[in-house]
């Protein structure tokens, strides 16, 4: 029993760090602070996302990483990614129904409220993807954002976002144009803006962040399948190109209100090696 407990203290210790590193909180009043509310029930939740994603992916590895296909690269990159989110345009259709608004207070400053309070971003990112099976692929995307808070009073005040996540994808079929689904995992961090209206990690942070699901499908086309398709008597490791788009629905939680939902889409440049 005692053991059992001596590991439970150490696995906090453990979530303590990494969540510091995320939100960038390094003083250990800071900490204190962060953790003073539901302290036990964040972390175990934070701990059981992280896990549940460390498992998906190790089965994929089990399960599917075999007969991989020599006539096929078996490694991808995205070089780059461009893509899109949509917070303000959700709060416009959705989120005023059921959560509220930011406050604003006497003096200027606001009181966060529930819905995003941030502008649609764009995004910038990267990703690597590796073959699982003949169709279905491992990926890893991380990407970052940038759009405006909805309810500053300067004329623009930047919302900084980083995106990682995690998922499958599986493709349809193994033609020039492959239309594919996709699920994945998505940590959503945004910087700074609890003081312009986003819901804060708690009362007392400045940070912002959520774990959340996506899901969606898109289309991929493959332009280069081998330098012999533009006449080259050659083969190299990296002819083999394609464009992709992709649009998921995607729903979020903070564990301290309603989850919200966004719109993602991305088009891709990818690189099989």
Not at 44 to 69: K, P, Q
Not at 215 to 233: C, M, N, P
Request: a negative charge; glycine letters at 10%.
């Amino acid at each position: 029993m005692l053991e059992h407990m001596q590991v439970g203290v150490s696995h906090i210790g453990e979530m303590r760090l990494i969540l510091a590193f995320w939100t960038g909180l390094g003083q250990t009043q800071d900490m204190d602070t962060m953790f003073a509310r539901n302290e036990q029930w964040r972390l175990n939740a934070y701990g059981a996302c992280l896990r549940s994603w460390l498992i998906i992916v190790a089965l994929g590895f089990t399960l599917f990483g075999v007969n991989l296909n020599a006539q096929y690269k078996n490694h991808m990159i995205q070089l780059p990614s461009v893509g899109y989110m949509g917070f303000n345009s959700m709060d416009r259709l959705i989120h005023k129904h059921y959560l509220d608004a930011p406050v604003q207070n006497v003096g200027g400053t606001l009181t966060p409220g529930t819905q995003w309070s941030v502008s649609d971003q764009v995004t910038i990112g990267t990703g690597y993807g590796y073959a699982l099976g003949y169709n279905l692929w491992l990926d890893v995307q991380i990407a970052m954002g940038i759009g405006g808070a909805t309810y500053s009073r300067a004329n623009f005040q930047p919302i900084i976002s980083l995106n990682t996540s995690t998922g499958l994808r599986y493709n349809f079929t193994d033609t020039r144009v492959r239309p594919f689904i996709a699920g994945h995992f998505h940590y959503l961090h945004m910087f700074n803006g609890a003081e312009f209206g986003l819901r804060r990690v708690t009362e007392d942070s400045n940070q912002s962040l959520w774990f959340g699901l996506r899901a969606g499908g898109g289309v991929e086309w493959f332009f280069l399948q081998s330098l012999r398709d533009w006449g080259a008597d050659i083969d190299l490791y990296f002819d083999e190109m394609s464009f992709s788009w992709e649009v998921d629905a995607a729903v979020f939680a903070d564990l301290n209100a309603l989850p919200l939902t966004s719109v993602i889409g991305r088009f891709a440049y990818n690189i099989y090696f």
